[in-house]
Every structure is written in structure tokens, then in C-alpha cells.
Nanobody
Framework: QVQLVESGGGLVQPGGSLRLSCAIS????????LHWYRQAPGKQRELVAV???????NYADSVKGRFTISRDNAENTMYLQMNSLKPEDTTVYYC??????????????WGQGTQVTVSP
């Protein structure tokens, strides 16, 4: 099993910034990729950003140029730096990882989510 715990959410004004953190722990053979998702009530979960184990990143068009995903392998932590926040960014953000078990099975684990609210 692996565990992911998000932190850093909160209330921010439009145009402001937040940095989300996700601490990862557990028995992992290797990590294939790390992800940030968001899901508003009544809507599908949206992939926001991805970083793979080589450091390559991809972003949703809606956040490109404003959000940055990163990782600290030594601390087993991933981050989402969010700048120029807009009201439409308001929702719950989730971190996840695609990881490989000792049996060489590719699995996905999720954090519990952290609320981000962008409002005057």
C-alpha cells in the first residue's frame, strides 16, 4: 500500500498564488508518474498536471502557463504551484501516483484531496 496526503489548500483572491504539497509513503518498487487532478461538484475529474519519473511534464490547457508541477524525490513529495488563480480554479484538488508494486503490477493510489477556493 501507498499513502498520499495533500496539504496547502485554502482561500485566495483572484490573481493570487498557492502551492499544494503531496507527501507519499509506503512500499513502492518504483513510481511511474505523478499527477494532480481536480474535481468540482457534479463534474468529472479533470487531469491538471502530470510529471513522469524522468521529469517530463504535461498540463491541461486551462492551467498551462499558470500551474507548475514538480517533485522532490529525496523527500517523497510532489507539488503544484498555482499562480494567477481564477475563480474557475475553485474545487478540490487530488494528488495521485501510478506506481509499480513488487509483483510488477502497475497501480494507482489517490490522496484525500485539498480544497482550493478563489474568491474576492
Amino acid at each position: 500500500q501507498v499513502q498520499l496526503v495533500e496539504s496547502g489548500g485554502g482561500l485566495v483572491q483572484p490573481g493570487g498564488s498557492l502551492r499544494l504539497s503531496c507527501a507519499i509513503s509506503g512500499s513502492i518498487f518504483s513510481i511511474n508518474s505523478l499527477h494532480w487532478y481536480r474535481q468540482a461538484p457534479g463534474k468529472q475529474r479533470e487531469l491538471v498536471a502530470v510529471i513522469n519519473n524522468s521529469g517530463s511534464t504535461n498540463y491541461a490547457d486551462s492551467v498551462k502557463g499558470r500551474f507548475t508541477i514538480s517533485r522532490d524525490n529525496a523527500e517523497n513529495t510532489m507539488y503544484l504551484q498555482m499562480n494567477s488563480l481564477k475563480p474557475e480554479d475553485t474545487t478540490v484538488y487530488y494528488c495521485s501516483t501510478d506506481w509499480i508494486s513488487r509483483s510488477r503490477t502497475l497501480l494507482r493510489s489517490w490522496g484525500q484531496g485539498t480544497q482550493v477556493t478563489v474568491s474576492p
